[in-house]
Nanobody, 124 residues
Framework: QVQLVESGGGLVQAGGSLRLSCAAS????????MGWFRQAPGKEREFVAA????????YYADSVKGRFTISRDNAKNTVYLQMNSLQPSDTAAYYC?????????????????WGQGTQVAVSS
């Protein structure tokens, strides 16, 4: 089992920044990668960014490329999502997730454990 706790969400004006954190505990040695997804009201959960826990390779959705940065601190078992130039379209609940196996990182079904989510609201 891996437990995930997100933090850092909030309300920000368009053009502002937020940094989300996701701390993992439990069987963290089994993690292969971590990802961030988001879900706006009435929409499906969508991929935002992912990072390989060992190599550090990073992947981004086109909608956030150049604005968001995913990073990790292996010693703290924590992954971060730095979000800059936020837009009202970024408003959503943000979830971090852990995948235990190599392979695809884009789908929700690629992930084995999920956090409870943190809300991000961007006002225009």
């Amino acid at each position: 089992q891996v437990q995930l706790v997100e933090s850092g969400g909030g309300l920000v004006q368009a053009g502002g920044s937020l940094r989300l954190s996701c701390a993992a505990s439990g069987r963290t040695f089994s993690m292969y990668g971590m990802g961030w997804f988001r879900q706006a009201p009435g929409k499906e959960r969508e991929f935002v960014a992912a990072i390989s826990w060992i190599s550090g390779n990073r992947y981004y959705a086109d909608s956030v490329k150049g604005r968001f940065t995913i990073s990790r601190d292996n010693a703290k078992n924590t992954v971060y999502l730095q979000m800059n130039s936020l837009q009202p379209s970024d408003t959503a609940a943000y979830y971090c997730a852990v995948r235990l196996k190599i392979g695809s990182y884009l789908r929700t079904t690629d992930y084995d454990y999920w956090g409870q989510g943190t809300q991000v609201a961007v006002s225009s």
